[in-house]
T-cell receptor
Framework: DTAVSQTPKYLVTQMGNDKSIKCEQN?????MYWYKQDSKKFLKIMFS???????INETVPNRFSPKSPDKAHLNLHINSLELGDSAVYFC??????????FGDGTRLSIL | GQQLNQSPQSMFIQEGEDVSMNCTSS?????WLWYKQDPGEGPVLLIA???AGELTSNGRLTAQFGITRKDSFLNISASIPSDVGIYFC????????????WGLGTSLAVNP
């Protein structure tokens, strides 16, 4: 009965590769988010989609491209991975401006 | 981007002690949220506050929305080992409920 589920939980890959992370929520929320948490634990918003429409696009390299096929899914594709992309990526969802619910994260390690 | 000032940055306490942490902002907020993150998991909502002055409890946890709408605190009473984790404050600026503003977290360690 996981509310926000993201896959994979761990992702280890070589620099220069392209990878995707998937996120699905079964809460019926209309807004989904991607966050990056660095080694200092700060949660930095990357993107937000409301009903499949991009509403937040922070200063993120254009190697990162979110895609929302429907309001229950928000995937994150990353091209040409770099060492600095190593982090934990969290997906979250909310109903409008209500509290956000988080997935358990994807730990991305670049070799 | 904007961040909330959260303090203390870390705490190391004895089991049974009470804990207090707070968050301040330079602008008015209309929602304050407190989350806890356990190792290897995502943040989990503990308490949500929507009105200035509001005081809300969740078991041993109590949080308040400051009267000035620029601060909030979280208290944990009679701490236990499973309280260990990182506690984050977050909030929505008045006039922008699309982007959650986050504190840097308070790392809590409890000595049994």
């Amino acid at each position: 009965d996981t509310a926000v589920s993201q896959t994979p939980k761990y992702l280890v890959t070589q620099m220069g590769n392209d990878k995707s992370i998937k996120c699905e929520q079964n809460l019926g929320h209309d807004t989904m988010y991607w966050y990056k948490q660095d080694s200092k634990k700060f949660l930095k918003i990357m993107f937000s989609y409301n009903n499949k429409e991009l509403i937040i696009n922070e200063t993120v390299p254009n190697r990162f491209s979110p895609k929302s096929p429907d309001k229950a899914h928000l995937n994150l594709h990353i091209n040409s991975l770099e060492l600095g992309d190593s982090a934990v990526y969290f997906c979250a969802s909310s109903q409008g401006g209500r509290p956000q619910h988080f997935g358990d994260g994807t730990r991305l390690s670049i070799l | 981007g904007q961040q909330l000032n959260q303090s203390p940055q870390s705490m190391f306490i004895q089991e049974g002690e009470d804990v207090s942490m707070n968050c301040t902002s330079s602008s008015i907020f209309n929602t304050w949220l407190w989350y806890k993150q356990d190792p290897g998991e995502g943040p989990v909502l503990l308490i949500a506050l929507y009105k200035a002055g509001e005081l809300t409890s969740n078991g041993r946890l109590t949080a308040q929305f400051g009267i000035t709408r620029k601060d909030s605190f979280l208290n944990i009473s009679a701490s236990i080992p499973s309280d260990v984790g990182i506690y984050f404050c977050a909030g929505y600026n008045a006039g922008n409920n699309r982007k959650l503003i986050w504190g840097l977290g308070t790392s809590l360690a409890v000595n049994p």
